[in-house]
């Protein structure tokens, strides 16, 4: 039986987050995950610019070390390819210079980043890592606090605070937090790895294509080191529902059949299987604390709605996660009352984004919308710099969703 008075479920990016922080503070914690690392995780493997300022928060030297890595490309912007077919690209940085700035993004396996975190993990005697640990049942105890179990139902670990990192499939988010799946606040995706992907961008912008025929879902190709390609497809729960759509089927129906894909997939081989995965998005409020508890990223269902990214709000959630466990532990309070900071934390961070992501998802039942946006933007420098200003600056996206913004666009 281990005893600590803060143990986190789950060492992806969160989990590990929460931890390094802790520990940056002097506080030692329990970090428990089934698996053993390196280990795969299905996701599309892009990491925005969030994730690298999330790095320097942990340390300043993060980012720098691991831009070092080989298993990483720098990514310096998005392709998005209208229903019209009409491409707009975003960069991350207007007039970016990749021989003298530094990358905004990256692109990785999560195999690779996951396991880059959880190296950071063990240089901290603060940290002790428990891998390959199954926690199944979860008991409140009297005093406050859990007993931690596996499937045999052995006691394995007594906590005074437990931080739920451990995904989006977390029993203990559905069976003790009460988060339930909602098909409109749910997406449900796929991912394959590809080899011989022709014309991947020289500067590994990723795409996002939004097929007419497949809307209000999109199919992704991201680059990746050694010739490889993220490739996958997502899609509303409650539209493939409504469609009765078979995600596999319509992927590898777009590969086969959309002209540009078809051309660029010809002789590309597929690497493994195709994996696929549920993305509990964050376009409404939910509660994500408790009793002697708090949910972060995934398990507390913090995914952008509109790009689907989960990592860098996994990692902030985890920087406040661990704030507040610095809290409970100084003034000896791990109520749901008390807890409350840190809803209200991630929250302040992280809502005003979550919501315009939810708007800009709405635009996709409105694809003439979408390709008159493209369309001008192809054409106009000033808007194509105001649109990627505005995947920076939240201020500016709040444009997205004022209808006049629209009618300037259209008819000007």
């Known amino acids: 039986m281990y005893k600590t008075d803060v143990c986190i479920l789950g060492a992806g990016p969160g989990g590990a987050t929460a931890a390094l922080h802790l520990a940056k503070k002097g506080a ?77 993004g990256y692109i990785s396996k999560r195999l690779d980043f996951d396991n880059f975190l959880v190296d950071q993990v ?49 029993g203990f988010t559905r069976h003790i937090a009460g988060l339930q799946q909602e098909p409109e606040h749910y997406c449900a995706g796929l991912r394959a790895y590809y080899k011989g992907v022709q014309d991947l961008d020289a500067d590994n912008f990723i795409e ?49 059949t959309h002209p540009e894909l ?34 972060v990223g995934d398990a507390g269902a913090l995914i952008d709605p509109f790009t689907g990214e989960g990592v860098s709000n996994a990692m902030i959630s985890g920087c406040w996660a661990a704030a507040q466990a610095i809290l409970c532990l100084e003034q000896q309070d791990f109520s749901a009352a008390f807890m409350q900071a840190y809803d209200k934390a991630v929250y ?29 933007a192809t054409k106009n420098q000033a808007l194509a710099e105001t649109i990627s200003c505005m995947f920076n600056d939240i201020d500016l996206r709040e444009k997205l969703k004022q209808p006049s913004f629209y009618f300037k666009l259209l008819f000007n």
Not at 130 to 140: H, W
Not at 229 to 250: C, F, H, Q, Y
């Open 348 to 376: 302040n961070r992280l809502w005003k984004e979550l919501k315009l992501s939810r708007q800009m998802q709405k635009l996709l039942n409105y694809p003439w919308l979408f390709n008159q946006v493209a369309s001008k």
């Open 208 to 256: 996002l294509h939004f097929f007419k025929d497949f809307l209000p879902g999109y199919f992704w190709v991201f680059p990746l080191p050694g010739g490889f390609a993220n490739v996958g497809v997502g899609m509303l729960s409650s539209a493939i529902s409504s469609k009765k759509l078979n995600l596999k089927k319509e992927m590898l129906r777009m590969i086969a």
């Open 122 to 170: 063990k240089q901290h005697p603060e940290i002790t890592l428990l891998e390959s640990m199954d926690i199944t049942k979860y008991e409140r105890q009297q005093g406050g606090g859990f007993i931690l179990s596996g499937k045999n139902g052995d006691q394995q670990i007594e906590t005074r605070l437990l931080i739920v990192a451990n995904g989006a499939q977390s």
């Open 262 to 295: 078809q051309r660029r997939f010809n002789g590309a081989e597929l690497v493994g299987d195709i994996k696929g995965y549920g993305l509990p998005l964050g376009s409404k409020k939910r509660s994500l604390s408790g009793d002697s508890y708090m949910l």
């Open 28 to 104: 030692s914690c329990l970090l428990v995950d089934k698996a053993v690392f390196p280990r795969d995780k299905v996701c599309g493997d892009a990491l925005s610019g969030k994730v690298v300022n999330e790095l320097r928060r942990i340390s300043p030297e993060l980012p720098a070390l691991f831009s070092h890595q080989r298993e990483q490309l720098p990514s310096w912007g998005i392709h998005f390819i209208s229903p019209g077919g009409q491409k707009l690209s975003v960069p991350f940085k207007y007039n970016y210079k990749p021989e003298q700035d530094a990358p905004a």
